[in-house]
């Protein structure tokens, strides 16, 4: 069997906050928490699929703070960043946060970055730029982008073919992204898996 080329597509806040509600307490813990190493999660992910996975590249898809609005998130975003780009297999994909009117008590939304995941997911495929394309994210609105994928993958003897991650830890509920009527294969993450994958940097307090 030729070596198969992933590429893992993260879906970074709605990740943190699903990695954060499995692990950590919300009301107590610090923001940190939940945060994880892309390159690490990508290689987690690879080595579940085989030994004939090739790890060709993780692309992260965040907000961006303002730095007008909010210098210091804006900066502790961009030290993040800078240190997951020290490895040339990451992508970062960032795109400015919305903020409301009334955001000093509303939080900022994020805008264009699903659709970004989206486009890339589909695109990407077309070019064949992947052989498996691995999404981590559990917004059912990326779902049109597996569908895609899996169709197009049925016209070249299964290559690409979407796959997904998720975080499959005890006593917490079992979720994943899903496409009826298609077999999607699932690369389920657990509690023995998350120390190598989480990074407890506290980017806000560094200069």
Known sequence: MSDLRVMVF???????RATRACFHDHEIDPSYCGQV???ALGQT???MI???AVFSEVRVYRGLPSSDKDPKAYGAARRQITS?????????????????????QDSPREKGVDVSLA????????MGKYDVGVMVSLDTDLIPALEFVHLLGTFKDGLPRPEVAAWGVANHERRRLQVKGATIPCRWLTEKDYPAIRDLTAYADRS
């Open 84 to 104: 997951w780009q020290r490895d040339s297999r990451v992508k970062v994909i960032a795109r400015p946060l919305k903020y409301p009117p009334t955001w000093s």
């Open 37 to 39: 190493k892309p390159i």
């Open 50 to 52: 085989g030994e004939s």
């Open 45 to 47: 992910i690879v080595s």
């Open 119 to 126: 486009v890339d997911f589909v695109s990407l495929a077309v």
């Open 10 to 16: 993260i879906d970074y806040q709605n990740t943190y």
